[in-house]
């Protein structure tokens, strides 16, 4: 039988994250829905490759991806997405910043609205951000002009944890850097969405794959292509024939 949820995580040189992350992922969902963990090694040059091919050996339910070269992050999560098998995608950090015991939570707000409901989307606000003053800083500026254009609802859309239909997803237009915007972009192709406060945790291991610039100023730059993708929307009301 097909999951429930396919859990999607991009990694991009994080050896050292890959074994203590996957352990938690699996003991976050022990006892819960029909789950398989898709982890997207994303053109790592360090033993991320080889990490993951050890926790495979481990847990059946791990399936690991590799892109031959880096292609981002977007890129990483769109491959996971549509190699999943689940009604939901649940998107994780592979940092382990993201708590992977928020998940439960979040997938039980998303089965009450059932799978044909008009909610496409629950994302994850990062309650207290565990990062440097000038990541916060740079975080929340981005923050604030996405939303001055584009008035999505959500004051964290950077945050990686978030649980998404899976029919939905796979609707939505691809372009590097998408997963900055997933939240407009489901509410472009008329779906609902919810916001969870999550918790947020420092980064123990490894080193961050981004810098001030990349979140910040790329993010900018793509913001207007979002913003005129969402004016163009057009979601004619189907009535029946005769």
Wanted: with cysteine; hydrophobic share 40%; proline share 6%.
């Amino acid at each position: 039988m097909a999951p429930t949820l396919s859990i999607v995580v991009p990694v991009h040189n994080e050896s050292e994250n890959i074994a203590p992350l996957v352990e938690e992922i699996f003991t976050a969902l022990e006892g819960g829905p029909t789950f398989e963990v898709i982890y997207v090694d994303d053109g790592s040059t360090d033993d991320t490759g080889e990490r993951l091919t050890q926790a495979a050996e481990r847990f059946s339910a791990l399936r690991v991806l590799r892109h031959r070269e880096s292609c981002g992050q977007s890129a990483a999560i769109w491959t996971g997405g549509q190699a999943a098998a689940g009604i939901w995608i649940v998107t994780l950090d592979g940092d382990g910043q993201n708590d992977p015991a928020d998940i439960p939570t979040l997938v039980e707000i998303a089965q009450e609205a059932g799978p044909d409901g008009p909610l496409h989307m629950v994302a994850g606000i990062r309650r207290k951000r565990e990062d440097s003053w000038l990541r916060r800083l740079s975080s929340r500026v981005a923050n604030g002009v996405r939303q001055a254009f584009l008035r999505d609802g959500v004051s964290d859309s950077g945050c990686g944890l978030k649980v998404i239909r899976r029919d939905a997803f796979l609707k939505l237009p691809f372009f590097d850097h998408m997963h900055r915007f997933l939240p407009a972009l489901i509410i472009r192709g008329g779906g609902e969405l919810r916001c969870q406060e999550v918790n947020h945790r420092p980064r123990l291991r490894g080193t961050s794959n981004y810098g001030l610039f990349d979140r910040l100023w790329v993010g900018i730059t793509d913001l207007f292509g979002v913003a005129w993708l969402a004016r163009r929307a057009k979601r004619p009301v189907i009535e029946p024939g005769p």
